[in-house]
């Protein structure tokens, strides 16, 4: 992936920066943060300095390394973003000379070079870095894979994911037949390969006015058009072109292009709509989103977002379509399409089967804002990244609510594609403010996204576009691809707190931002929730087959499975002697439910990597193969680890339903002895389940049988469930690997599944 100018990139060593001196550095509240997470925050305060930004940011994690647990890190500076007056020094961790894909650091430095804050997630990595699978043998595994477009930004990285051990590999980014991915090839020879999506598309609704049919039009200036001969749509110091789609496409692989629009009308290209809105050469869609594509620059320009480096080159081509056919969408994607005006960005506006995509200024302002925020950040790493708490998909959400915000603050109306996909269906209004978390929250980001965009237009109500434009975009650049939803409140918080010092925000205006946030439930919206019997909590139980777009049982059949977006935390009460976790599902029949309920003691639930999604792997007790809308968990003296009321308990949720369910979960202690002792009642399937040594309690579901003779069950015993169950049940699982995905699920992913969709 395209990274920041190479004078931007100096590696620095922290033992080398030792003898930095930084007077008065001030102290760091280095405790863990209270919000459980990758990303941690960490307040600061340093006297001003006068030193250029990148050696007060170089300076400050020298002398805080140790209170910042940076002593097995090493850093290298990556580029200064500009935000609010200040600057954010963005870092990316190394191992062994090796970049940690997604880890990194980032620190701001206010105006008068105080260091305010830094925000990030690095861990030590071990293991040799020394690749045992050639370039050429990586480039081959993904060409198998459905690549068609050859291998871009090839490079060994480390790789954390949901695994607990870091995992060697090859990125190979590739134009595919299931559009822009990134593949992770295991470097150390095992065979194992990651996709994650690399394209970053609007379905969502934008408007100039007008209609598909017969489009509002007004003549401008085209600002920032470079003189040529013959005049093209080239602009930005021959930083963008814009030309017109002529063959292939995403899914094929490749996109071939032309460049000949030219002025029609003197100097000028005063080129009409179309009489058909379905042509596809029509020189008013190219013109359009050159204007659309050059206003939104403007916008970034005032928010201080320096365009100038090579790596920011774009093409954008329009009328774009799918091998000939209409293609009722618009995308980025941080590859390289080849030709003559080859580019590290491409942007391509559909020529859609009911119009012209380019006709509704939005879609091409919100394909814009994800090039800037790949360019400037880079913190989303696409829709499946994972991290040590299961899928992570926050980044790509607050990726499409940001875009959402700034096409809909540019074009001041609040309705996203009121032209094109107003005919699709597919509106998103950020007037609605009805959306919360955790309970709307469901996993697919333009949806989950909405919260985040319907904020920043609330901000624009409350505040003026200004002030809101530079809140949004100060919160985004401290992020990273761990960030949670949670993480975008806290950046929104540093950002107000900081206009508040600079006299632009008064502490009025920052308690109405405050409330705002919580408001939305960004106050409490990380990777794990935490769950009291006055607190239960309402979630959605989304299924994978609406947001991968496949039958639910054609997703049973590959081995997918997918777990709540959220895990779920008790903290037991001094004196308890048992927990009982429940959950119920609000609707839903046997037939369109398969999940199961794991719990762990101390610590989150352990994930394993291997398949497409994330699945559990590490727990102490679990509940598995459930029909039934409703299920619990119980905990007490009976269960092998034994409870404990001195520990945290954490839970999720494994499922494969073929329905989006709102769940309730929620927790009740016990007091007194366990009613159950040895073997318990039994549950569903079979009164004796639970033989003569199970590990139940009352009602409680153990397994025929399988119990040792003196009552108890081995710490690593690790079973599934005979029949659907939604009585209590215990079954240890601690450093147990769940039951493995298919192995060729293992080896290929997703591309098994499209396989068979293309055959079908």
């Given amino acids: 992936m395209t990274r920041g100018a190479n004078k931007l990139r100096q590696r620095f060593a922290l033992g080398c920066l030792l003898g930095v001196a930084l007077t008065g550095a001030g102290p760091v509240l280095a405790a863990p943060p209270s919000h459980p997470g990758r990303t941690l925050w960490h307040s600061a305060a340093t006297p001003p300095s006068s030193q250029p930004v990148s050696k007060i940011a170089d300076a400050f994690l020298a002398v805080q390394r140790a209170a910042l647990r940076l002593e097995r890190i090493t850093l290298v500076r990556r580029q200064t973003v500009r935000a609010l007056?200040?600057?954010?020094?963005?870092?990316?961790?190394?191992?062994?000379?090796?970049?940690?894909?997604?880890?990194?650091?980032?620190?701001?430095?206010?105006?008068?070079?105080?260091?305010?804050?830094?925000?990030?997630?690095?861990?030590?990595?071990?293991?040799?870095?020394?690749?045992?699978?050639?370039?050429?043998?990586?480039?081959?595994?993904?060409?198998?894979?459905?690549?068609?477009?050859?291998?871009?930004?090839?490079?060994?990285?480390?790789?954390?994911?949901?695994?607990?051990?870091?995992?060697?590999?090859?990125?190979?980014?590739?134009?595919?037949?299931?559009g822009p991915q990134r593949f992770l090839v295991d470097a150390k020879g095992e065979a194992w390969v990651k996709r994650l999506g690399l394209?970053?598309?609007?379905?969502?609704?934008?408007?100039?006015?007008?209609?598909?049919?017969?489009?509002?039009?007004?003549?401008?200036?085209?600002?920032?058009?470079?003189?040529?001969?013959?005049?093209?749509?080239?602009?930005?110091?021959?930083?963008?072109?814009v030309a017109n789609y002529m063959d292939g496409g995403f899914l094929q692989g490749h996109v071939d292009y032309q460049q000949t629009l030219g002025p029609n009308a003197g100097g000028d290209f005063l080129y009409s709509p179309p009489a058909d809105p379905l042509d596809v050469k029509d020189g008013f869609a190219q013109v359009s989103v050159y204007e659309q594509i050059t206003r939104m620059r403007q916008a970034y320009e005032v928010l201080g977002v320096d365009f100038s480096a090579p790596s920011w080159r774009l093409l954008v081509v329009a009328n774009m379509q799918e091998n000939g056919a209409p293609l009722d969408n618009a995308y980025y994607a941080p590859l390289d399409m080849g030709g003559e005006l080859s580019a590290p960005n491409f942007i391509g506006i559909g020529q859609g089967s009911l119009g012209d995509f380019a006709v509704d200024g939005d879609v091409a302002m919100h394909e814009f804002t994800h090039y800037v925020n790949h360019n400037a950040i880079n913190f989303n790493q696409g829709w499946y990244w994972?991290?040590?708490?299961?899928?992570?998909?926050?980044?790509?959400?607050?990726?499409?609510?940001?875009?959402?915000?700034?096409?809909?603050?540019?074009?001041?109306?609040?309705?996203?594609?009121?032209?094109?996909?107003?005919?699709?269906?597919?509106v998103r209004d950020l007037g609605d403010t009805s959306k919360r978390c955790p309970n709307q929250i469901g996993g697919e980001p333009h949806a989950d996204g909405e919260l985040i965009g319907s904020l920043g237009?609330?901000?624009?109500?409350?505040?003026?576009?200004?002030?809101?434009?530079?809140?949004?975009?100060?919160?985004?650049?401290?992020?990273?691809?761990?960030?949670?939803?949670?993480d975008f409140g806290r950046g929104l918080k540093l950002a107000a707190e900081y206009?508040?010092?600079?006299?632009?925000?008064?502490?009025?205006?920052?308690?109405?931002?405050?409330?705002?946030?919580?408001?939305?439930?960004?106050?409490?919206?990380?990777?794990?929730?935490?769950?009291?019997?006055?607190?239960?909590?309402?979630?959605?139980?989304?299924?994978?087959?609406?947001?991968?777009?496949?039958?639910?049982?054609e997703l049973r059949?590959?081995?997918?499975?997918?777990?709540?977006?959220?895990?779920?935390?008790?903290?037991?009460?001094?004196?308890?002697?048992?927990?009982?976790?429940?959950?119920?599902?609000?609707?839903?029949?046997?037939?369109?439910?398969?999940?199961?309920?794991?719990?762990?003691?101390?610590?989150?639930?352990?994930?394993?990597d291997d398949g497409f999604l994330p699945r559990v792997e590490v727990f102490h007790h679990s509940v598995?193969?459930?029909?039934t809308r409703s299920a619990e968990l119980v905990i007490d003296a009976t269960r092998l680890p034994a409870f404990d009321p001195s520990e945290d308990y954490y839970f999720t949720i494994e499922h494969q339903n073929c329905l989006t369910s709102e769940a309730v979960v929620s927790v009740e202690y016990s007091w007194g002895e366990p009613a159950g002792g040895?073997?318990?009642?039994?549950?569903?399937?079979?009164?004796?389940?639970?033989?003569?040594?199970?590990?139940?309690?009352?009602?409680?579901?153990?397994?025929?049988?399988?119990?040792?003779?003196?009552?108890?069950?081995?710490?690593?015993?690790?079973?599934?469930?005979?029949?659907?169950?939604?009585?209590?049940?215990?079954?240890?699982?601690?450093?147990?690997?769940?039951?493995?995905a298919p192995v060729g699920l293992l080896l290929l992913g997703f591309a098994a599944l499209c396989a068979r969709r293309r055959r079908s």
Avoid: K
């Fill in 678 to 740: 040895a073997g318990g009642a039994g549950g569903i399937g079979g009164a004796s389940a639970g033989g003569a040594g199970g590990a139940g309690a009352s009602g409680g579901y153990s397994v025929s049988g399988r119990a040792g003779a003196g009552g108890e069950q081995p710490s690593d015993l690790q079973q599934t469930d005979d029949g659907g169950s939604g009585c209590g049940c215990s079954l240890p699982g601690e450093n147990a690997r769940a039951a493995p």
């Fill in 199 to 241: 394209g970053h598309s609007v379905r969502g609704r934008v408007s100039r006015g007008g209609s598909l049919i017969e489009p509002d039009f007004e003549d401008v200036e085209l600002e920032g058009l470079d003189s040529g001969s013959p005049q093209r749509l080239r602009g930005w110091g021959g930083r963008l072109d």
């Fill in 457 to 486: 237009w609330t901000l624009r109500q409350q505040f003026g576009r200004e002030r809101a434009d530079r809140l949004m975009w100060s919160a985004t650049t401290l992020l990273g691809p761990n960030a949670s939803l949670g």
């Fill in 85 to 178: 007056g200040a600057h954010i020094v963005r870092y990316e961790q190394r191992a062994r000379g090796v970049e940690v894909l997604g880890a990194g650091l980032s620190v701001w430095v206010d105006a008068d070079g105080r260091v305010r804050a830094v925000v990030g997630d690095v861990r030590p990595i071990e293991g040799d870095a020394i690749p045992r699978r050639t370039r050429e043998e990586a480039l081959r595994i993904v060409g198998g894979l459905g690549s068609v477009g050859g291998g871009q930004n090839v490079r060994v990285v480390w790789w954390l994911g949901a695994s607990s051990a870091p995992r060697l590999v090859w990125v190979v980014d590739a134009a595919t037949d299931q």
């Fill in 624 to 627: 598995r193969n459930i029909t």
């Fill in 557 to 608: 059949s590959q081995g997918f499975f997918q777990q709540s977006m959220f895990q779920f935390r008790a903290t037991p009460p001094g004196g308890s002697t048992g927990v009982t976790i429940r959950v119920e599902l609000l609707s839903g029949a046997p037939s369109h439910l398969s999940w199961s309920l794991f719990a762990r003691r101390g610590t989150h639930i352990g994930m394993n």
């Fill in 499 to 553: 206009l508040e010092g600079l006299g632009d925000f008064s502490g009025g205006e920052r308690a109405v931002l405050e409330t705002l946030i919580m408001q939305r439930g960004l106050d409490d919206c990380d990777a794990v929730l935490d769950v009291s019997p006055a607190e239960p909590r309402h979630i959605l139980l989304a299924t994978g087959g609406e947001g991968l777009g496949y039958e639910c049982g």
């Fill in 386 to 426: 994972t991290n040590e708490y299961g899928l992570s998909p926050w980044a790509s959400a607050i990726d499409e609510g940001v875009a959402d915000y700034f096409a809909c603050s540019v074009t001041g109306d609040p309705v996203l594609g009121d032209v094109v996909l107003d005919a699709y269906g597919l």
